[in-house]
């Protein structure tokens, strides 16, 4: 499993499978909490219970009886293919760092490959470079489509008042790739690939500069949208002192 996220077995932190109307509270709380969601971007414990009634997930993670953390995804089809969306993975900020995140998706894929599933897909903040970082180089997800302001502008401090353009996150999850990359093996990038570069103080950059955070991300968008329509793919992120940066290859299925 990881590192880190043996570590946060051994702190004693756990995931359940939610089953029943009465748990999903608790990721509602957890989403105003991780999130500081006003109530009208809030998704109620009604979604979380259709989801998994519709064989979507919802996982908790649970420090002793706190959660702490929690996963949401539904069952999707696209062209013929089942497969899970996951919307929304959170933990809380004291949390965070100690592999809690990476035992939801760890979780996630588990329950997946049981039940016959290969694709988990999520969509995340090009912005956020951490993310970008765990999903690429820790999960093995590659990302080959960008979406403009997916949910419009929202309530939440978190994406400080910019569009909420999203990068979709493809996790193959019996893929060979993956496999290397969850057992610490992970294949050498190309020598040459295509580079997307990000401040690293983007998040204080968002608070401080609002208008240069979204100069940022709109020459970011440009660039995705021209390396995916000519068939490149985002396999690899590296970070240094000043810049995150996506790493960009030809790709084919």
Not at 231 to 252: D, K, R, S, W
């Amino acid at each position: 499993m990881g590192d880190v996220t043996t570590s946060a077995v051994k702190q004693g932190i756990r995931v359940r499978m939610m089953e029943h109307a009465q748990d999903m509270g608790a990721c509602v709380d957890l989403q105003q909490r991780i999130w500081g969601y006003a109530p009208l971007d809030t998704v109620p414990d009604q979604i979380f219970i259709v989801a998994r009634k519709t064989g979507g997930q919802v996982m908790t993670a649970y420090d002793g009886d706190a959660p702490v953390g929690f996963a949401l995804a539904f069952a999707a089809m696209r062209d013929g293919l089942t497969y899970l969306h996951s919307h929304m993975v959170g933990v809380l900020e004291e949390y965070q760092n100690r592999g809690v995140g990476r035992l939801l998706k760890l979780a996630q894929r588990d329950d997946a490959l049981e039940r016959g599933i290969n694709l988990i897909e999520w969509t995340f903040d090009p912005l956020q470079l951490k993310n970008a970082h765990f999903n690429i180089e820790k999960l093995g997800a590659i990302i080959r489509h960008y979406i403009p302001n997916l949910y419009g502008r929202t309530s939440s401090p978190l994406h400080a008042g910019l569009p909420t353009d999203r990068l979709v996150a493809e996790w193959w999850v019996r893929s060979q790739r993956v496999e290397d990359i969850l057992a610490g093996n992970p294949r050498p990038s190309t020598a040459n690939p295509k580079r997307i570069s990000i401040p690293a103080d983007i998040r204080q950059i968002c608070r401080d500069e609002p208008q240069r955070a979204e100069q940022i991300q709109t020459k970011v968008r440009e660039q995705f949208s021209a390396y995916i329509a000519n068939g490149h793919a985002a396999v690899g992120f590296e970070f240094n002192g000043q810049l995150g940066t996506y790493l960009l290859e030809p790709y084919e299925d």
